[in-house]
């Protein structure tokens, strides 16, 4: 697609790693819908959703979310399908 490998890629980590506890959708699982989590103005913790962010709050976790530690490729992509998959 127009995001090209790096969306698509992020698109199989999330739906391996996160899919379990979230929705793509706003229908909360164990964790909240990531519905619109992109064009929110800021994350849970009160900072804006900027890369540097999302990338902060999914690496070090946040809230009721424990860490995902994952290499920095998979988080670049997972980081590109939310922006385009949650908008």
């Known amino acids: 697609g127009a995001g090209g490998a790096g969306v698509g890629g992020g698109e199989q980590v999330v739906g391996?790693?996160?899919a379990v506890w979230h929705n793509l959708t706003a229908e909360a699982k164990v964790g909240p819908g990531?519905?619109?989590l992109c064009a929110r103005d800021q994350l849970p913790s009160g900072d804006p959703v900027t890369d540097e962010?999302?990338?902060v709050w999914i690496t070090n976790g946040g809230g009721a979310m424990p860490p995902v530690p994952l290499p920095e490729d998979e988080l670049t992509q997972v980081i590109a399908f939310l922006r385009e998959a949650t908008q």
């Open 16 to 18: 391996a790693d996160c």
């Open 53 to 55: 962010n999302l990338r």
């Open 34 to 36: 990531r519905a619109g």
